[in-house]
């Protein structure tokens, strides 16, 4: 079983800066590879921001490229969500999540989930 907890969340003004955190346990987290997905109200879980285990890169959404940056720290089973130049657009619950097989871009491809931080941009 694998647990997740987010947290960082909050209100923030356009233009702002947050940093979400990840913490993991129940799985070997080095060899895991991340994600970080969003949900607003009324809309479908999207992809935000993923960071693969094997070293072969990160991968953002476009509506986030630039602006927000995906990092790990393995000795403290965190994955983090570093975001910079926030937008209204960008409100939503965040989610964190553990890829299991599949294309890492789809929320179908995650078994183990957070249970979500929210995040606020106020314009």
């Known amino acids: 079983q694998v647990q997740l907890v987010e947290s960082g969340g909050g209100l923030v003004q356009g233009g702002g800066s947050l940093r979400l955190s990840c913490a993991a346990s129940?799985?070997?987290?080095?060899?895991?590879?991340m994600a970080w997905f969003r949900q607003a109200p009324g809309k479908e879980r999207e992809f935000v921001a993923a960071d693969t285990w094997s070293g072969s890169g990160t991968y953002y959404s476009d509506s986030v490229k630039g602006r927000f940056t995906i990092s790990r720290d393995n000795a403290k089973n965190t994955v983090y969500l570093q975001m910079n130049s926030l937008k209204p657009e960008d409100t939503a619950v965040y989610y964190c999540?553990?890829?299991?097989?599949?294309?890492?871009?789809?929320?179908?491809?995650?078994?183990?989930w957070g249970q979500g931080t929210q995040v606020t941009v106020s314009s």
């Open positions: 129940g799985r070997t987290f080095s060899s895991s590879t």
């Open positions: 999540a553990a890829f299991t097989s599949g294309n890492l871009r789809y929320a179908k491809s995650y078994a183990y």
